[in-house]
C-alpha cells in the first residue's frame, strides 16, 4: 500500500464514526499530514455541523504547519454554500499545498468544481487514491445523487423450511425466528440508515416499535405503506420515539408500480438510504422492480411448517457467517 492509499484508508475509516448521522450529507473522513506524520483528523458532523475537513483543520493548533501539510480526504470538498461554508474555500484559505482526494463528488453541485477551484488557487491535487473503496463507503450518497433513490437495504428473518411468518398466530406482537444476538445487529443496521420501512400487515400483525431499543444512536424515521389508512392510531409505530411517514394512496398510484414511486417520494424527502423490513409481500415488490442495492437474509434454527413464504431473490453473495444457530447471507444487486 503506498503512502496515499494509507492515509485514505484512515480517511475511510474514521469516516465511519459518522454512520447514521450525516445524512443526508455524505460521511467523509479527512486526514492531514506534516513531515510524514497525522497532526490532524476529522469527520462529518451530524447534519447541519461542519463537514470532516473543517474538523480536522480546526484541530491543528500551529495553522501555519498547515501551508506545508497535505490534506488527505475520501470525497471531493464542497464548492458551494449549504448548511456550512465551502470546504474548498477554507483549504485555500488555509495555503495548504497539497490535497489528495479519494474519489471525485458526482452531486451535481459539486462534481469537479471544487478540485477546479483548488488547482486554480495554486494547489497540486491528486484524485482517485483507493477510489473504488471510497465509492463503496459513499454507496448511499452516490445512490441518492446518481439514480435519484435511496440506497436500498432488504433484510428478513426465514426458517428452515422457508417461511418468513407462520400461518396464524396468538398475539400482536413478532414471531421470532432468530436468536438475540442476530435481533440486536438488526437493531445496530436501523441505527446506521436513515429509514426503514415496512407495510400494513406487518404493522396490523406484529405491531412493531422499529426502533433500535438493544442498540445506541439514532431511530430511523419509519415509513409505513398504509394505502386505505386503516391503521389504528394507537399502534408502536405512531409514538414518540421515532417520526413515521404514511404512504397512502393520497401519496402515490398503488394500481401502478409501488416501489419505484415509494422511491421518488422519498428521494424527495431527502432520505439516502432505507431497510426494506417486509413483510414478504412489500419485499417481493422491491425485488420484482429490481429496486435493491443489498439483501440481508437469516436463516433461523427452527420451522412453521406452513405460513407465509419467504421471497425469493437472484444476487451476488458477499458474505455468509454464523451467529450461534442464526444463519446470516448477505447479497448485493449485481
Not at 506534516?34 to 500551529?62: C, F, L, M, P, R
Not at 394505502?227 to 398510484?253: G, M, P, R, V
Not at 451476488?316 to 444463519?327: A, G, M, P
Request: aromatic residues 8%.
Amino acid at each position: 500500500m503506498t503512502k496515499h492509499e494509507t492515509y485514505i484508508q484512515r480517511c475511510i475509516t474514521i469516516a465511519k464514526n459518522g454512520l447514521g448521522v450525516t445524512a443526508p450529507n455524505p460521511m467523509v473522513g479527512c486526514v492531514i499530514v506534516y513531515d510524514s506524520k497525522i497532526i490532524a483528523e476529522g469527520y462529518t458532523s451530524a447534519y447541519g455541523g461542519n463537514h470532516a475537513e473543517v474538523n480536522a483543520i480546526q484541530k491543528v493548533k500551529n495553522k501555519d504547519l498547515l501551508k506545508k501539510s497535505t490534506l488527505y480526504v475520501t470525497l471531493e470538498p464542497c464548492s458551494h454554500f449549504g448548511k456550512t461554508p465551502p470546504c474548498s474555500d477554507l483549504i485555500i484559505k488555509y495555503k495548504i499545498p497539497n490535497v489528495v482526494i479519494g474519489t471525485t463528488d458526482t452531486n451535481s453541485k459539486v462534481y469537479g468544481k471544487g478540485i477546479k477551484k483548488l488547482k486554480a488557487s495554486g494547489c497540486n491535487v491528486t484524485v482517485g487514491v483507493l477510489e473504488n473503496q471510497c465509492k463503496a463507503h459513499h454507496k448511499r450518497f452516490f445512490t441518492f445523487h446518481n439514480k435519484k433513490r435511496p440506497y436500498i437495504i432488504l433484510k428478513w428473518a426465514e426458517t428452515k423450511d422457508g417461511f418468513i411468518a407462520p400461518k396464524s398466530r396468538d398475539e400482536q406482537k413478532p414471531v421470532w425466528i432468530t436468536n438475540a444476538i442476530s435481533r440486536q445487529l438488526v437493531h445496530k443496521w436501523r441505527a446506521e440508515e436513515q429509514a426503514i420501512l415496512v407495510g400494513t400487515n406487518t404493522v396490523t400483525e406484529d405491531n412493531p416499535s422499529l426502533t433500535i431499543r438493544t442498540w445506541t444512536g439514532k431511530n430511523p424515521i419509519r415509513v409505513v405503506l398504509d394505502k386505505k389508512l386503516k391503521l389504528d392510531k394507537t399502534l408502536q409505530i405512531f409514538d414518540d420515539e421515532a417520526e413515521t411517514i404514511i404512504i397512502s394512496k393520497e401519496t402515490i398510484d398503488y394500481n401502478k408500480p409501488i416501489a419505484k414511486q415509494v422511491c421518488n417520494t422519498l428521494h424527495q424527502k431527502n432520505i439516502t438510504s432505507i431497510i426494506i423490513e417486509g413483510g414478504a409481500q412489500t419485499l417481493q415488490t422491491f425485488i420484482d422492480e429490481n429496486l435493491w442495492d443489498e439483501a440481508r437474509i437469516f436463516t433461523g434454527n427452527t420451522k412453521f411448517n406452513f405460513g407465509t413464504k419467504a421471497p425469493k431473490i437472484a444476487g451476488c453473495l458477499t458474505s455468509e457467517q454464523n451467529l450461534l444457530e442464526d444463519n446470516l447471507k448477505i447479497y448485493v444487486n449485481d
